[in-house]
């Protein structure tokens, strides 16, 4: 089994940044792929970034060149760095974890962290 735990959601105004974080413990191995998922309270979940073990990233388009996906040298914490933060960003953030795969389009994230909250007042 693996264990994550988010941390580092607060409120801020637009235009200002936060840094979540996640921590990972268990099963876990250092070719794992890892992710960050926000759903806005009443919306549906989308997938904000992801990391694979190549260091390979994607993002949402709503926020690339605003947000960065980063993780510590053993794999075990991922980040999610946050900058000029809008309204619209507002929502439960959650990292996820799987194990790596070269088809990654459509396979699921098994292990998820409890969510943390994002505020952005304008």
């Known amino acids: 089994q693996v264990q994550l735990v988010e941390s580092g959601g607060g409120s801020v105004e637009a235009g200002g940044s936060l840094t979540l974080s996640c921590l990972a413990s268990?099963?876990?191995?250092?070719?794992?792929?890892l992710a960050w998922f926000r759903r806005p309270q009443g919306k549906e979940r989308e997938a904000v970034a992801a990391?694979?073990?190549?260091?390979?990233?994607d993002y949402l388009d709503s926020v690339k060149g605003r947000f960065t996906i980063s993780t510590d040298s053993t794999k075990n914490t991922v980040f999610l760095h946050m900058n000029n933060l809008q309204p619209e960003d507002t929502a439960m953030y959650f990292c996820?974890?799987?194990?790596?795969?070269?088809?990654?389009?459509?396979?699921?994230?098994?292990?998820w962290g409890q969510g943390t909250q994002v505020t952005v007042s304008s």
């Open positions: 990391i694979d073990v190549y260091g390979a990233t």
């Open positions: 268990g099963n876990i191995l250092p070719t794992d792929s």
């Open positions: 996820a974890r799987r194990r790596f795969t070269s088809a990654p389009r459509g396979t699921p994230w098994p292990w």
